[in-house]
């Protein structure tokens, strides 16, 4: 039996690969987080580092051309995501 689809995120295909790779390591640094709060971190680092080229970790973190490039593809792809669900 197919497993259901519960959620707008895993209705629209799931998490970007940006986003799950730092929802993956955030989990892995804090385990007692569910998927959903590593999830908001996730979306609100990746903000972050679109808007300013920092993730707000203590001291001042520049993250390299590249980094902000995929930072800011998954900041779009999460945005239509979202609309794309609203829409529905």
């Known amino acids: 039996m197919a497993r259901s689809r519960d959620n707008w995120v895993e209705q629209e295909g799931g998490l970007p690969p940006y986003v799950r790779r730092i929802v993956r390591r955030l989990r ?48 779009v792809q999460w945005e239509a995501m979202k609309a794309r669900a609203r829409a529905a």
């Open 28 to 75: 892995q640094s804090n385990p007692s987080w569910t998927e959903g709060h590593a999830i908001a971190v996730a979306i609100n680092v990746i903000k972050r580092i679109a808007a300013t080229g920092d993730t707000n970790f203590p001291g001042k973190q520049n993250v390299n051309k590249k980094s902000r490039a995929e930072a800011v593809k998954a900041l």
